[in-house]
């Protein structure tokens, strides 16, 4: 027996022309194969024997030499039955656990050798399920835009001469896939299992297919062909976050509860019925298919769904002044001509009417995040609920009608700032309800604001040179000198806040994301809104407040004058000209406009449409 091995040894050794090693891991191979396409115990008895005394006699004829590469050992898929001992006393070796198989592999393949393990393998690592080692994910709490690894600074290697072939040594049963965005993932197109692991390491790659295994075991009687799983590696690399995926309902799933469905809920709160949630899951549906847009089978019709739905929105905010829609008109059109390339690229598929499609990466991403933006939106709009929200400026919560009127803070700074605080208060409760931006109606008045404030810094500019124009004229009494200070102060201040305040909202008009971190970041209850509101009214303030005092500054020194008939003429001229000046000021105050007029019961003011 031991000249048959030693002959086969040596032929085989000259075929290949490579260590013995490497020998082993070509059988290796071939037992895979073989037990794949003639089953278990069709090689049961005889290539497990040869082998396993294949390798003792290795063992025990090869010298031992210290420049010989070294080898390491990995776990591959076997038969059921653990290895027996070999026979004529060549080895001792032990009897190995069942599904199990020990069998070295030289560290140093040969260049452009596959250098991972079978992906269909299971490891050594214990095979029953753990719920410790898996937490529920959600596609909006991926890392991928956080935890990318960073590229070491070292000196560039020289390209080597005459190569030609520059893609990459592949992962045995994984395909590696580059998102349109840059990322790079990997695929199992067997087991349809995504994850951003990087699996040309053979620790991850054994720990993914570890764990790839548990959880489609554990979920093998509610998975079918349309069920796609996506992985997550922890920190610490020996668990992982998970979901499961059905392209046919638009849904993910979990083995476990997820405990923290508010951080998918953005949020929001009173989430209570099945179908609120499903439009939750179907906006984490279509952010999947935006990280992951390989295939994502689709409906064919879902192009023109897309369509269908721009084109309400559109129509709704082109007539409505509380449009729910969280997009101008400028950005709804652009949304319809991509949605029209869409369903033009899809009506050329010309599939069957039941027929999935799998659209190219760069389309999928595109279909995929105008779906998820809608699906958000009717997720913080409660669609299809009772509460559901049909105006912009609606709460959908009991707790939220008391803030309609402000605080004694609110009033008592309303009166001593003009009345600039309610009409600001008035605007952040009109956009940003239930900590939602209303991102056209912010938009256009943060753009206004920004152009009140610059002509407000022209005022206060203009107001200071009179002030000191003022004080340079000769004989100016003490009492006017002090009301002119004080109007040469409010002018600074108005000037000072107006450009701090320009220069933190500029932007916010054309991002609103800015807008919405912002509004976040200062609004947490009743009392910030009305801090905002009487911040944003202080350029205002201030400018009335130097006008007032200048006025008054002026008045003490005309009104000085002793003379009877200069006192009365002065005095009727300043009773006309104050109540004409306020006179537009108060009749503003009931919202008379020329587009509206007033209603003939209770004297409130209807619109004409």
């Known amino acids: 027996m031991v000249l048959y091995l030693r002959a086969i040894l040596n032929w085989l050794g000259f075929l290949f022309k490579t260590a013995t090693p490497h020998i082993r891991f070509i059988l290796h191979q071939c037992i895979l194969h073989i037990r794949k396409l003639l089953g278990i115990r069709a090689v049961q008895s005889g290539l497990r024997t040869f082998l396993s005394r294949l390798i003792a006699y290795h063992q025990r004829i090869s010298p031992k030499n210290s420049n ?20 004529n006393g060549l080895s001792q070796t032990s009897p190995l656990q069942a599904n199990q198989l020990q069998v070295q592999v030289n560290q140093h393949p040969a260049q452009g050798s596959c250098t991972s393990i079978d992906s269909r393998s299971p490891s050594t690592l214990p095979m029953e399920w753990d719920p410790s080692k898996f937490k529920p994910l ?36 994984w395909e590696s896939v580059v998102h349109p965005e840059g990322a790079l993932y990997f695929y199992d197109a067997t087991r349809h299992v995504f994850t951003d692991a990087n699996l040309r390491s053979r620790k991850l790659l054994k720990v993914i297919n570890h764990l790839t295994h548990q959880l ?30 059905q392209h046919d309902k638009r849904l993910l799933f979990w083995l476990q509860d997820f405990d923290e469905p508010i951080r998918i809920y953005e949020h929001v709160k009173g989430v209570k019925s099945d179908t609120h949630i499903k439009i939750a899951l179907e906006a984490q549906y279509w952010m999947h298919c935006e990280l992951y847009p390989n295939n994502a089978p689709i409906h064919h019709q879902i192009a023109t769904e897309l369509k269908h739905v721009l084109l309400h929105a559109h129509s709704d905010f082109l007539t409505s002044d509380t449009s729910v829609v969280p997009y101008d008109l400028d950005t709804l059109q652009s949304m319809l001509d991509l949605s029209d390339h869409l369903v033009e690229y899809v009506k050329s598929l010309t599939p069957s009417s039941d027929e999935c499609v799998e659209l190219p990466a760069h389309l999928m991403c595109v279909l995929a995040r105008l ?22 400026n609606q709460s959908v919560y009991e707790v939220e009608q008391s803030r309609q009127k402000g605080t004694l803070r609110l009033r008592l700074a309303n009166a001593f700032l003009w009345g600039a605080p ?11 309800i239930d900590n939602i931006l209303n991102y056209p109606k912010w938009s256009k008045h943060i753009s206004r604001l920004n152009s009140d404030w610059s002509n407000v810094t022209i005022f206060s500019t ?3 040179a009179v002030n000191v124009g003022f004080l340079a004229v000769p004989g100016v009494i003490s009492a006017a000198a002090v009301v002119i200070y004080l109007s040469a102060m409010c002018s600074v201040s108005s000037l000072v806040v107006s450009m701090l305040l320009a220069v933190e909202c500029r932007g916010w008009g054309t991002d609103s994301a800015k807008g919405a971190s912002f509004m976040a970041r200062m609004i947490h209850t009743q009392s910030d809104v009305e801090a905002l509101a009487i911040m944003y009214s202080l350029p205002y303030a201030y400018l009335i407040w130097a006008m007032f005092c200048f006025v008054t500054a002026l008045g003490i020194s005309v009104f000085h004058s002793t003379n009877p008939a200069t006192l009365v003429v002065v005095g009727l001229c300043w009773v006309a000209v104050t109540t004409l000046t306020l006179w537009p000021a108060w009749w503003g105050k009931f919202n008379i406009t020329p587009w509206s007029v007033p209603s003939r019961e209770g004297g409130q003011v209807e619109e004409i449409v």
């Open 68 to 87: 010989e590469p070294e080898t390491a050992v990995f776990t591959a898929a076997s038969i059921i039955h653990p290895v027996p001992t070999p026979v």
């Open 138 to 173: 959600a596609p909006q709490l991926c890392q991928r835009y956080k935890g990318r690894v960073l590229v070491s600074d070292i000196k560039a290697k020289p390209i080597p001469a005459k190569k030609t072939d520059f893609s990459e040594t592949p992962v045995d049963g």
């Open 216 to 245: 489609l075991s554990k979920a093998r009687d509610i998975i079918d062909d349309s069920t796609h799983l996506v992985l997550e590696l922890q920190v610490k690399e020996d668990a992982c976050n998970y979901y499961f995926v």
């Open 371 to 392: 779906m998820r933006l809608f699906a958000r939106s009717k997720f913080l709009n409660f669609y299809g609920q009772v509460s559901a929200r049909l105006n912009a």
């Open 422 to 432: 309610a009409a600001q208060y008035k605007f952040l409760q009109n956009t940003w």
């Open 462 to 464: 203009v107001m200071l």
